[in-house]
């Protein structure tokens, strides 16, 4: 898939790595950039076309499909965390929540998005998922939940639509220096690195990316003995 004169969507595309991705993107040469937020005037990058999208409501999914009937790369980035264990109290509704945006918001997406995806030869779907896919810990206990689920998601799109020729990309990253980690004492990596790295694996045909040193030692010890998964959830 090449980001040169492709369409590109880009969900919660105002801040974060969103923004990254869009700023890559056109810089790559993009024909379109779609970037979606659920107040589109805080779209501010010049270049790109702010789409009104709150990946949690049906209504703005099917709008942005009607509207964007050129997209030939969906980039499934909008999420939130939320602190919290699995036994701390309001942890079934934090989980909903995150469930809601993190998981259902990339599947609605990708069901809605799929055929226009095949329309215009199969492009590709770029899942924004975290080294919390594999590990868990109390301190984000329900966010990891919800991205082991869109792993999941992205294995079985992947599986899904190699008949129609279309790429999916799952991309694997730890703390990146946006908003959503503001507060985290931990080792951040630069949104625009983790971009540039998640693309060029896009451009080369990949199907899995991990964007960072943490995630590459993460991935590594899943198959290790005791797994490092283990290790991290005794902490």
């Known amino acids: 898939m090449q980001l040169h004169n492709a369409t590109v969507f880009i969900t919660g595309a105002n801040r974060g790595l969103g923004l990254a991705f869009a700023r890559e993107a056109l810089a790559r040469g993009a024909r379109k950039v779609y970037a979606g937020a659920r107040d589109p005037a805080s779209v501010t990058l010049a270049g790109v076309e702010a789409v009104q999208l709150d990946v949690t409501r049906p209504e703005d999914v099917a709008a942005a499909v009607q509207r964007c009937g050129d997209v030939t790369l969906l980039v499934n980035n909008a999420g939130i965390a939320e602190l919290g264990a699995f036994l701390a109290e309001g942890s079934e509704a934090a989980a909903r929540r995150q469930l809601e945006t993190n998981f259902f918001g990339p599947l609605r997406l990708s069901q809605a998005f799929a055929p226009v995806l095949a329309a ?116």
């Open 120 to 235: 215009h030869g199969g492009g590709a779907i770029l899942n924004v998922l975290s080294v919390a896919s594999w590990v868990n810990s109390p301190l984000l206990a329900a966010y990891g939940a919800s991205k082991s689920a869109a792993w999941a998601l992205t294995n079985g799109l992947r599986h899904e639509l190699r008949a129609q020729h279309t790429q999916v990309l799952g991309m694997h990253v730890g703390f990146v220096d946006t908003d959503l980690t503001r507060g985290f004492d931990a080792p951040k990596s630069d949104p625009d690195v983790v971009v540039r790295r998640t693309l060029d694996a896009l451009e080369a045909g990949a199907e899995e990316v991990l964007a960072d040193e943490v995630t590459q030692h993460v991935k590594r010890g899943l198959s290790a003995e005791p797994g490092v998964y283990l290790s991290v959830l005794a902490r």
